[in-house]
């Protein structure tokens, strides 16, 4: 059992409560794939069951199951916790159950053992409020992305009273032995790659309105540095858990931006009727697939349609080409980032100038983020989580592209904040190039 | 080697990357590779002499031949340089570096860039598979096979099997070895993945059998990559040292290679080898060719090996072939830790083709890359500590074309 003084953290036993979800079935698998003996704990036998399978699916290993204890909560906690280094909490975002399990825990849990939450937002303060001394000074969120074993970007967001050391010694511990991509965040709404994500997300939904679906996805499309578009983006998250984020920020973070998070009313809406993006595929999100045979047009088995924001309804998708976009596409395609990228910032009319203001927007915001009272400590740490959690091109590798001198000019044209960072590198107070995280080639989060 | 070959370090892009998925053309790998290769050497662009690309059928993967002039594209400053492509299956890479090298030696150019490329995923895994099988005799082995090459390696450890014996279990060990290492380095395609020696050891939905006795954990990956080097002269070395403020002799050099080419059918080889102790004899030639040329009296004088575990049964028969065992007992290496991490001749730091990945044409230049970071203390988690010299063994084919290399330093 580690100790507060101890610097490496000796994890042999994990057990993961709540291990049929995404989450608790990619934490277990990512345990067990680094040596640990993994307990995998859900309500009845069946859904343990499903658990083990899912592991199975996600390592594509039957054997990875012979190692893995199988419980249900009926075995009691104490006897669920007996001899844990790690307790990984992975129940649904649902703060009052989320505290209810914490508090079990707590009661039964070996003193010294770490206790770990998934959370993409709770306040980690809030879950531990009234939980025993020893509790809080071994707990921490660790926040995955969705699916943990491509997206190794891991958030990790200690309690307040948990010791530096150990803090540090954690984030070592999950880097080495599991491969995790990590960033240590203070506990603020969202923490870090969420609050500077969804920014984004949110805005080119709000844009959608008077643009349309199609269109900003192509404006702010892969070209721009990310592997999906933005809307397609959020289909894929779900409209739920889209809002559930940008209404958690809106609520309680006062910053530059904060109108970003407004959720569009549409939106709004759309999710009181039920669409959800992918995960309620008749209803759809900006998208649906039509699969009926009845509504097919001539000639079509199945077909993508694109939600209308101003109506509700939903046509057939058509094709837009937006020439520079195409242009930018052909340079990235032969690996000529720069020329791209320059290109994005010189070619001129209304289109080109939203989606400058999407990645420019992107870059202050995000860079922001850094600093005393701000949700990382580094800008590294923005382009960490930007690129191991989103695939998104990093903001200080932007900034490269773009050019120093030319960032700042352009952020000031669109009356955006210049970060602070770009101030101290254009005094040479910091080394440029700025993007330093070493074997990230930003050139792979510019699609061609 | 009269005329000393010196090599400056490079670039290799990430092995995980799927650049059909970014909708990359095979130019971007190009471009990358040799930006990050000036960048990371410091080798001013116009220095650059000569160009050599080793791939293996991006007519095939890409519907892209005439590779050589690609490298053009990807500085301004060369324009109007000499550049070629060389192909000998997976040995591709390492005879795009020894054409450079010879051109040193016959004293043509004092800076020459090689570059090893691959794109893969371009097609699903059945069309690779037809593919790869033109590296094999296409219309005699492979033509209407469904994956040729695993059975031609399980063939090859049938032999092994046949004069001394195999136990299934060992390839196993090599399989969980090359993927431990591979956790250890950022640019290996399977850092992330799941292995254990327990899964490698199971036959089953997930690890099923891809060909005779080759199941998917015995196999090396399909990758897309590229790795770009610069090899120069004396005169060059001297001269980049200087610049660099270094000693000229703290940079490595290829100390030794050794070439040679065997009948291209298995059949042969196997026929052409029966009184032979050693299974694949050119290769083994190829081997002791490349410690003769380095002045090296044998594998002790090796602190770490980069070979071609394109299925673990030619793992298994390097081990022997290089003489960490008798021939035909290359479990007693594996069996007695000689080739893990920490062992006394460590296979693959790097994770191999298995473990880091197998971008065809690129892998020789990929492995002279390894090389060159183990003996300059780069490596970072799989550096092997106080590696001095690294032997490299890239093979096409079934064990036909067979290329190795002394990279390090003299004692």
Redesign the interface.
Known sequence: MATDTSPAIALQKVVIIGANGAMGAGAA?MF??GGCDVTLVARDLGKVEGAVAQV?S???????A?GLVQMTYSEGYAKLLEDADLIFEAVAEDFPLKREILAEIDRSRPQGSLVATVSSGLSIRGLAEGLSDDFRRNFAGIHLFNPP?MM?GTELIPHPEMPAERVQALSTLMT?RF?RSMITCADMPAFAGNRIGFKVLNEVAQLAEQHGVQLMDTLVG?YTGR?MPPLATIDLVGWDVHQAIVDNVYANVKDEAIEAFKLPEYMEKQIRHGHLGDKTPLLGGFFRRVTHDGRAPEGKRSWTEVLDPGTGTYKETEKITVPFVEEI?DL?????YQQGVARFMEVEGAQADIARRVILGYISYGLNRVGPGEVVQDYAEVDRIMSAGFNWAPPSALVDLIGLDQSIAALERYNLPVPALLTAAKKGEVMTPLFNL????P??Y??? | MSEPIYLLGGYQTDLARNWQKENKHISAMFNEAVAGALDATGVQPEDVQVGHVGNFAAELYTMQGHLGAFLVETDPAFSGLPTGRHEAACASGSIALLAAMAEIQAGWYDCSLVLGVEQMKTVDSARGGDFLGTAAWYEREAKGVAYPFPKLFGRLGDEYDKRFGLKDEHLARISTINYANAKKNPLAQTRNWYMSEQHANSTDRFNSVIGGRIKISDASQVTDGAIAVFVASRKYAEEYARRKGVSVDSLPRILGWGHHTAPLEFDAKVAESKDNPYVLPHTRAAITDAFRRAGIADVWGIDAIETHDCFTTSEYMAIDHFGLTAPGKSWQAIEEGVIELDGQVPINPSGGLIGAGHPVGGTGVRQVMDAYRQVTDTAGGYQVNGARRVATLNIGGSGTTSVSFIVGYDN
């Open positions: 698998t067990a794939g199975q996600i390592a594509k290993s039957e054997r990875i012979d074993h190794t080495e491969g892969p592997a596409r990235h395609r032969r690996g000529r070493p074997f990230v080639s050139g792979r510019f699609a061609g």
